[in-house]
């Protein structure tokens, strides 16, 4: 965890005082350590996360800095209000009655968000948008919301309201059986007075006399592709019994030197499934649009999530997943969220959800695969591991003085009888409430050290990106969860798996061939094609605590393989000519010439940036002119996958888009493509990207031609099906068949089938 660096005057030795209210949290781990370091606290004689936290716990000017702090943060805490509730209520009312649906639900939606919980505000902002909702023909979502708002206590009297309209959503979906017992219920309630007033009853026996049950459309039900018994279904894999959430073709094993790794037990082909999990927990990442994403399933929500009646930007997919998160982990959660706690301690607040979620699991299978993973406890400087234990004490007083966790919960039964080993525990005697926080916050600390060394990125992808680099685009990681399991692969620079998500769910797939009793490696980030040796093993070493010495890191033929789109053009075999410690010298023959090109790489650089003038002054053609020496420039000295190469040819091509030449346009699309594999793979997200910009421009080219028996239109539909073939074969290789994207891909490949 890297800590930013504050003004020495900040803090104040004998009294924290208003101090702590200004001090953000990487400034209070600041001036903690700094006053470690002034006593001589900091030294490297603790061999376990207990003993840490022992010492930590026992000053108490460190507990009553957590104290100040947490209470600063509280008194600051985002409160809800029935006013605030009441003015989206009027709005979404006013949307609803001028017909704009759409609207009104948003407004609805916002109303709920803000109403406290057990008010009547809350009840009739969902139950109005479920009339919103059925408006636009939403029945399943106008039942899922009238269910959920009478779960909120919506008021009895207008219950005959909103059951009517559920009839009328189950005749709409061909549920007659479904509208009948509805109805019945109905009727029972007509003649029950705490349900409806006698003169009422007149009105509503009017509304029942004038439903039909002839009317009905075919709408399925909206499927949930995060249940594993479905998606178990959809894909070819068959679990390990020895090894859980792994297939049967791959085998977990331990030595002294590596540690636990994985192997393949047979021949392994490209594409298929080797492990098949579900997080112990995860978090997202970006609170401020959470409402995009369950948080408890992370599938997408849509405009109708239901919100948590106690904090802000916490939203889930449905009522089910609202119950499972508050019975696990999320009334515990719940006023951090209210105190903008979590998007401060990174990390820490999924450390909190795994102690939370390990505490209520009846799963001891679950709750054991946690425990077993490695920290690096005695790898890691004393400086970080402070930084840690003083995150893991932090969230300790939390529990303590803003939930009533110590209060309900039995540490022996819910924590420590769970373990199957019990070395962690022996250190241990819990009897006191100090002795619980002691507990708790070793527990919390070894949680944070786990997740440091064996915590994953959740990427989740809808749409292509016009990007050919879009795979490092991090608007794509939205979570971070912990998977055990595949927790257990080692790392390569150049592995041999990709990871998919579907929604919370991590599926592991061979990435090419591997043969029978070959280890099975992840890249823990830095992967060779996108970062430099030294970048990697910097970057390895300080998270990880080791040195790589996968093939990208040792074998010379790749050990400079980013050097290589940054090359000159050798003369004597037109490789890759590098410059390597200040010394020329070709990847591909080992030639050493003394020629350097510096005179016409910096015409080439000149002429390219001259560009933009002519673009601003509107003279496309000298524009697209000077690209084109420049382009016949750099061909002639550069390497020919050379990044400058790339991007000269990516800008003829966005002037010919633009200029509406599609034909032309398409020629220097297709002269990136052997870069792009070159740089990326022949599997990778990238050369997808790319053959989806190149197809589209295809498809624009192919429609606007009324003479569609030229040779040169049928060799480029014909072309058209070739790169339709590969998308459909790269999408589903790097997202599955059952992601929108692979669907999106089925519709384009319809829109060419009628060309």
């Not at 840490?52 to 957590?66: A, G, K, P």
């Not at 995150?391 to 009888?417: G, P, R, W």
């Not at 190469?645 to 599609?662: D, F």
């Amino acid at each position: 965890m890297s800590i930013d660096v504050i003004d020495v005057n900040v803090f104040i030795p004998q009294a924290f005082g208003t101090t702590v209210f200004k001090m953000e949290w990487h400034n209070i781990l600041e001036t903690v350590t700094r006053k470690l370091k002034a006593t001589q606290g900091l030294k490297r004689n603790v061999k376990r996360e207990d003993e840490l936290v022992s010492y930590l716990w026992t000053d108490q000017t460190i507990r009553t800095l957590m104290s100040e702090w947490l209470e600063s943060h509280y008194h600051k805490k985002e409160c809800k209000s029935i006013s605030s509730a009441q003015v989206f209520k009027a709005i979404g009312n006013m949307e609803f009655q001028a017909k704009e649906y759409a609207r009104s639900i948003k407004s609805y939606t916002e109303c709920a968000s803000h109403a406290p919980i057990n008010s009547h505000e809350l009840s009739v902002a969902i139950a109005n948008r479920s009339a919103a909702l059925f408006y636009l023909n939403r029945y399943d979502d106008c039942l899922k919301d009238i269910e959920l708002a009478i779960k909120l206590n919506y008021p009895k009297q207008l219950h005959c309201k909103i059951y009517l309209r559920a009839v009328q959503c189950y005749l709409k979906l061909g549920k007659r059986d479904l509208a009948e017992e509805t109805l019945s219920k109905i009727h029972r309630m007509i003649n029950n007075p705490d349900y409806i007033a006698p003169s009422m009853k007149g009105s509503i026996e009017k509304r029942i006399s004038e439903i039909t049950f002839t009317e009905s459309c075919e709408q399925s039900d909206v499927t949930n592709t995060s249940d594993l018994d479905k998606l178990k279904s959809e894909i070819i894999f068959n679990e390990n019994p020895d090894f859980a959430h792994a297939s049967v073709n791959i085998e977990r094993k331990f030595d002294s030197e590596f540690g636990r790794y994985v192997i393949t037990k047979r021949h392994v082909k490209k594409g298929d499934i080797l492990f098949l999990e579900k997080p112990v927990s995860f978090v997202l990442l970006n609170h401020d649009s959470s409402n995009y994403l369950c948080q408890h399933c992370n599938r997408s929500n849509p405009d109708v999530p239901v919100p948590c009646a106690g904090c802000f930007n916490t939203f889930y997919c449905d009522a089910k997943c609202l119950d499972e998160a508050w019975s696990s982990y999320h009334r515990w959660e719940c006023p951090g969220s209210q105190m903008c706690l979590w998007k401060e301690i990174g990390l820490g607040h999924l450390a909190m959800k795994v102690l939370l979620t390990c505490t209520t699991t009846m799963n001891k299978f679950k709750f054991n695969e946690m425990q077993n993973l490695l920290t690096n406890f005695e790898k890691l400087s004393i400086e970080d591991l402070t930084l840690y234990g003083i995150t893991a004490i932090m969230l300790t007083v939390y529990l303590s003085e803003y939930t009533d966790f110590f209060k309900i919960n039995d540490l022996d039964h819910c924590l420590v009888q769970k373990f199957s080993d019990n070395t962690f525990n022996s250190n241990f005697n819990i009897v006191t409430d100090d002795d619980k926080q002691l507990y708790v916050s070793s527990l919390l600390l070894r949680y944070i050290l786990q997740l440091i060394c064996n915590g994953h990125a959740i990427i989740t992808s809808n749409t292509l990106s016009n990007e050919s680099d879009a795979s490092m685009d991090q608007e794509n990681i939205v979570a971070t969860g912990i998977y055990p399991s595949a927790s257990m692969m080692n790392h390569s620079c150049d592995p041999n798996i990709i990871s998919i998500f579907v929604d919370q769910y991590l599926i592991v797939r061979a990435a090419k061939d591997i043969a029978a009793n070959e280890e099975i490696f992840s890249c823990y980030g830095p992967h060779y094609r996108y970062m430099s040796r030294d970048e990697r093993q910097k970057h390895l070493k300080s998270h990880y605590c080791f040195t790589c010495k996968c093939k990208p890191c040792t074998v010379p033929c790749i050990l400079y393989f980013l050097e290589r789109f940054s090359a000159m053009k050798c003369l004597r075999c037109n490789g890759a000519l590098c410059n390597i410690r200040n010394l020329l010298y070709c990847l591909d023959c080992g030639d050493r010439p003394r020629i350097h090109y510096r005179n016409e790489i910096k015409l080439a650089e000149k002429i390219y940036e001259s560009v933009q003038e002519s673009i601003d002054s509107d003279d496309i053609e000298q524009a697209l002119e000077r690209l084109k020496s420049c382009l016949l420039i750099r061909k002639r000295v550069l390497y020919k996958y050379n990044t400058d190469i790339m991007r000269t040819l990516t800008l003829i091509e966005k002037i010919y888009i633009a200029k509406g030449q599609w034909e032309e346009s398409i020629t220097y699309l297709e002269a990136k493509i052997p870069a792009v594999i070159e740089r990326y793979g022949p599997s990778s997200v990238e050369l997808l990207n790319e053959l989806n910009n190149l197809i589209d421009m295809c498809i624009i080219y192919l429609q606007k031609q009324s003479n569609t028996s030229t040779d040169a239109y049928k060799n480029l539909l014909e072309k058209t099906h070739k790169y339709m073939d590969q998308i459909e074969e790269l999408t589903n290789f790097n997202y599955g068949s059952w992601n929108k994207i692979y669907e999106a891909t089925k519709k384009k490949r319809k829109e060419i089938a009628i060309l």
